[in-house]
C-alpha cells in the first residue's frame, strides 16, 4: 500500500508549498495552477471527512467555501483559498477590546447569537468605539449566528483557525 506521503507525490496538482501552520490532520498546499485555490489532502484515517467537507460546501455554500474538485479515491479536495489572516486579525481586534484570546472571542460570540438583545448590546458597545468595528462585529454576530443554527450537535469546530473571508467579502468556514 502507498504510504500518505507517496500518495501526495502522485496528485496531479504541483503543490509546492504547504500553507497549513495551525490544523493538527490535514495538509494544505497552494494549488500552483491558481492562487485562488488550495489542495487539501485528507490522511487515511479522515477518509470520511473528505465527504463531509464536500457535501457541506454543496449543501450550505452560504457557510463553507466553495469546493471545486473532490478526488474519494486519493482523500483530496480542492477548495477556495480564504483570506485567514483578515479573519484572524479582526477577531484580535475583538480579543484586544474584551482582553480576551480569539477563540474565547468565537466562544462569547456563540453565546451572545442565542439572544437578540445580547447581540444588539454587542453590536452598539463596539459602534461606539468606532461604526467601522461595528460594522464587523455585526458581520461576525451574523454568521456566528448561522453556524450555531446549524452546529446544534456541535460537529463543526468553529475555532479562528478554521474560517477566513472569500474574494467577495464573505465570512465562511474552511474546516467542517
Ligand atoms: N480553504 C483554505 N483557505 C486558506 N487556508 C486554508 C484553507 N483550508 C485550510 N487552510 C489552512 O490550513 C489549516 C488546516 O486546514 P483545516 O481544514 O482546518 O484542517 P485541520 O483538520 O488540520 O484543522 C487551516 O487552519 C488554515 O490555516
Ligand atoms: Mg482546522
Redesign the pocket.
Same mark, same amino acid.
Given at each position: 500500500m502507498l504510504s500518505f506521503k507517496s500518495l501526495l507525490e502522485r496528485i496531479e496538482t504541483r503543490r509546492k508549498v504547504q !500553507? #497549513? @501552520?495551525? =490544523?493538527?490532520? *490535514?495538509i494544505?498546499y497552494d494549488y500552483e495552477k491558481n492562487p485562488d485555490k !488550495?489542495v *487539501?489532502m485528507f490522511p487515511q484515517h479522515l477518509k470520511v471527512s473528505v465527504k463531509k467537507e464536500y457535501q457541506g460546501a454543496l449543501k450550505y455554500p452560504d457557510l463553507f467555501?466553495k469546493v471545486y474538485k473532490v478526488n474519494f479515491d486519493k482523500n483530496y479536495i480542492i477548495?477556495? *483559498? %480564504?483570506d @485567514?489572516k483578515k479573519a484572524k486579525d479582526e477577531l484580535s481586534e475583538f480579543g484586544d477590546h474584551y482582553d480576551m484570546l480569539r477563540s474565547e472571542v468565537l466562544d462569547y460570540f456563540e453565546n451572545v447569537v442565542r439572544d437578540p438583545k445580547e447581540t444588539k448590546e454587542v453590536i452598539d458597545e463596539f459602534n461606539k468605539v468606532n461604526p467601522e468595528l461595528g460594522k464587523k462585529v455585526k458581520k461576525w454576530l451574523e454568521f456566528t449566528k448561522k453556524v450555531t443554527e446549524l452546529n446544534i450537535d456541535k460537529l463543526i469546530d468553529y475555532n479562528p =483557525? #478554521?474560517m =477566513?473571508y472569500d474574494d467577495k467579502g464573505n465570512l465562511r468556514l %474552511?474546516?467542517i
Open positions: !500553507i #497549513n @501552520t495551525d =490544523g493538527a490532520f *490535514k494544505v !488550495i *487539501k467555501a477548495q477556495q *483559498k %480564504l @485567514t =483557525g #478554521n =477566513g %474552511l474546516d
